[in-house]
């Protein structure tokens, strides 16, 4: 079992900055994957970043350059940093868990992150 525990979100004018954060505790494993997923109103949920435990990162093409994804190893905590945040960036941000080359398997409870202006 792991468990998910996210923080951050908020709400935010047009090119403003949020910062989510997610820890992970339990039986995480040594290799495994750490992200995060959103879904707005009305959409699928999407990925739109993800970090292995060898640090390798991995993108939605709507975000790059525009979100930067990061792990605290000791801590098992991974941070989303956003900036640049526009509209479409508006929904419910949920931070998963899965073993390296697997679907996720474990989600936290979800974020709202608004973009208004």
């Known amino acids: 079992q792991v468990q998910l525990v996210e923080s951050g979100g908020g709400s935010v004018q047009p090119g403003g900055s949020l910062r989510l954060s997610c820890a992970a505790s339990?039986?995480?494993?040594?290799?495994?994957?750490l992200g995060w997923y959103r879904q707005a109103p009305g959409k699928q949920r999407e990925m739109v970043a993800s970090?292995?435990?060898?640090?390798?990162?991995n993108y939605a093409d709507s975000v790059k350059g525009r979100f930067t994804i990061s792990r605290q190893y000791v801590a098992n905590r991974v941070y989303l940093q956003m900036n640049s945040l526009n509209a479409e960036d508006t929904a419910v941000y949920y931070c998963y868990f899965s073993s390296y080359g697997s679907p996720p398997a474990y989600w936290g409870q979800g974020t709202q992150v608004t973009v208004s202006s």
């Open positions: 970090i292995t435990s060898g640090g390798q990162t």
């Open positions: 339990g039986s995480t494993g040594m290799i495994f994957v």
